[in-house]
């Protein structure tokens, strides 16, 4: 019967091939058993600390619509209408001129504002005018609007925030049309809008948010909007007072519907337990306790009420059907804080409907994913032509290494792309996503199998130690006496006893640390090395998406370098790289296409402002590109003077001498692979001339020597002194690159 013992021995590890035993499961459960420990643990504090919080939120604002009902219905109640400064209006038409009802037939105001928006501000600070604020019609309303504010507080209110260089504003809007029933017959002209208001300065990753709730009067297309710093409570009932008072009776109604959807869908939240855990998070934003009112009109188009109807249709549930062009989304507005002595001019912002949003990110999706599946095949084609371990000791680990790291970059966006777009845009964004993973995957393995493929390459060799020569047997001739022969020492008098030799103890080298061994085991092992330089790299790629701290400047390098090590590894190897010009070509452009796209258009996804700099990296893409080519039809080091070439390549066709021409076979030896005689060609054996003397057949120059040179490569000599066929060599050198006798590392055939 067989049994393990009796299992042929492994020729390549010289040990025993028997199969390992099968993990145990137990670890693993045990890791499960944790992560779930730690996943769920303080769930249920939070879920009966969050309940608490809805209840009491119920609570208030089943209080707060009380009141507001008696009040609008002229009953005794607890709530009463803020009254807004007499200067604030006037202020705010200093700068932005509120629209009115306009024909249907003739022009239209979009009633749907949900959305993004992104536009330029430009700020004033009321407590400190300039010269050219000073001199401006609207100096003296900025005056009386301050009389009241106690100017020794604003320093407080104002926070860390510096107010003056916010130069850019962004917002995320919801727009919800409100029907409320009133004296018998249905009111529509009321939208209550909410959202937050991003406010950024240039060179910095900072920006101030603040929630705001609003109303949105559709047939003038005005915005009235109280805003506060997040976490900050806003009370929805003093909307009101900032409409003009014509509007005023129709946007309190709107208040109260809202109001009492708001709490139904509270009531529902606590009665299925589904609370929301964002809200109990912290926000990393600076915070100010100034309170803000935004004041917003839209610009009128020029397409008619009924044709604008059917176009919002259309964009909220697309059919197919034919529309006319929509327009551009733009408001103009002023963002005003009267306890801070703070204006914020808005100054031509642009707004991109949700729906059109949202199919614009699933076209980019289905585009990205047709680039990541180009280039995952490329990859792919690439990796199996250079799949044996010659060429793999021609690429350069550092350029699939780069490459893992873009495309790690590319998951994490994808990721936080999907998270934000919400429903199914956000379900086509995980194709990219969960390709740029796979490639990353990919990429960081043939970076490591590179890295351990040219370890024994780069590793220094170790010189050889040499082997005491054997002690010689002892002289029994007397001194002198040469020519006598050697007799043999009499054995009658007893050897003189040897000392007993003490059995030493060798000494045990000093136990190291753990953090002493890891950082010997990085050292030593060039794969350990490779994934603890990859681990690093992925963390800092995290922290620079994450913090947004200098992501473009990183991102710009990783691009601008993809290529750079392969040609210097292939000038420095003085050996081509193997790497062919599909994927060359076609690596190149599909990387291009997401960088030119972010940072070089000015409509993608993301409103990235576009950078120039980006087509110079593109230009220095296909420059190095062209310089690899080069490398492969002119040689490695073409660009560069000889004397700069470090590296002088191993001859593994040195001149051997002849074996003796009356030699029975005339080899130079076996080969050490196919255990075959390596034959000289018959012309090259020793011959004898006329003065019977044998001719030189190993030289320096001659006629002879040519000949050799001319045929030598049917032998290899390797490093180690081991003779090789040429044929073998390359073979087995397609394999590993070790020596197959001594296990030494060889250089490149």
Known sequence: MSTPNDQPPDLESGTPDTPQPQRSSLPSFLFITFVLFMLTSGRGDEVSTTRDNYLNGLQSLNFQLANYTAWLNGTESNFTLPVEDPNVTPLVEAFVTFGSEIDPQHGSYYSNMTGFWHGDVR??????????????????????????????????????WNWTRSNKLSLSMGDKLITYEHDGSDHDGIA???????????????????????????????????????????DLRTLPALVPEALRNDSARAVEAELTSRISKLKEKIESGSFDQDGSEAEDSPKT????????????????????????????????????????????GVLLSQSCGILYEIKHAVGVQSQRLY???????????????????LFRKQAAQSSSAIGLSRVSRYTFLIQSLLDAISFIGHITLGILAEGRPSLSVLAPAGLACLLFVYEAQMAVLIGQIQAPEDAPSRPAVPTPPPAPPPNTQAPG???????????????????????????????QSFLQFLWTHIR???????????????IVVFRIVIALSLPLLFIGSLYSSMWIMQIYRSARRTRSSGLSMEYLVGTTLGRLFFACYFLGCPKNILDVEPRRWIYAVALFMFAQVLIITLQERVGPAFFLPKRMSRVQTYDYHPPLPLPDSEAPEQTLGDCAICMDAILVDPSLRRSKSSDGKERPTIGRAGGLLAKVSATQKTYSLAPCHHLFHTACLERWLAIKNICPQCRRPLPPL
């Open 192 to 234: 209550i809008i909410h959202g937050k208001i991003d406010l950024s300065e240039p060179d910095s990753s900072e920006e101030l948010r603040l929630d705001f709730e609003g109303v949105h009067v559709l047939s003038t297309g005005s915005v009235y909007a109280i805003a506060e710093s997040t976490g900050r409570g806003m």
């Open 524 to 538: 030593t092992d060039p794969a350990a090395r490779l994934w603890t330089i990859l681990s690093l790299s992925l």
């Open 359 to 377: 199919r614009k990110i699933t076209t980019y999706s289905g585009v990205a994913t047709i680039v990541n599946l180009v280039l995952l095949a």
């Open 289 to 332: 306790r100034c309170s803000f009112r935004l004041f917003a009109q839209l610009e009128a188009t020029d397409i008619p009420q009924h044709m604008m109807e059917e176009l919002e249709k259309e964009i909220d549930e697309p059919t197919g059907i034919s529309t006319v062009k929509a327009p551009e989304l733009v408001l103009e």
């Open 481 to 511: 006496d040469s020519d006598a022969p050697m007799t043999n020492v009499s054995t009658d008098q007893p050897a003189p006893a040897q000392p007993p030799t003490v059995p030493t103890q060798p000494a045990l080298p000093a136990r």
């Open 123 to 160: 700020p004033h600070n009321l407590t400190s005018l300039n010269a050219s604020e000073a001199a401006s019609s609207w100096r003296h309303l900025s005056e009386q609007l301050m009389l009241p504010v106690n100017l020794s507080a604003v320093p407080d209110l104002l926070g860390s």
